[in-house]
């Protein structure tokens, strides 16, 4: 498994599995329609510093984001997205993906981590949990999952 940082071209790997996460619309806030052009600019924009993880074969598994949360004075806290193709999940990509990131967040400088809106029926969440994350407060409801109905959306901090 080798963890790198994401070139342009990578997109177009990246896309196939970003779309299948987002469109079945149970872990992200991000509209399960976001149309390609919109995906590119969420999630290979300047301000990110994006990962992937290509496997032993050379397939595009994984890919992560980290940039600030905020910006000025308290642009140290940092920001980070996460997704494992759905077909390669449970194999520990995430958790190896997810320690690369917030080593690389400290070498870069910041301080600590936010995730504004975790799913709080998203399996994610132990992976976080794990890590070092706790979850700060949770807006009830504020999620509407297209099995479970409305659930919570947490913030999660953890210190680097």
Known sequence: MLIRD???EDWDRIWPFWHR???AGDTY???PDTPEPDARELWMAPANHVFVVEDEDGALVATAYVRPNYGGPAAHIAN???MVDPDRAGRGLGRRLAEHVLDQARRDGYTGMVFNAVVETN???KLWESLGFRT???VP???RHPEHGPVGLSIMFREL
């Open 6 to 8: 994401a070139t342009a």
């Open 21 to 23: 996460i987002v469109s």
């Open 29 to 31: 806030a991000w509209d």
């Open 80 to 82: 980070a997205g996460f």
């Open 123 to 125: 399996p994610a969440l």
């Open 136 to 138: 700060l407060g949770t």
């Open 141 to 143: 409801g504020a999620f």
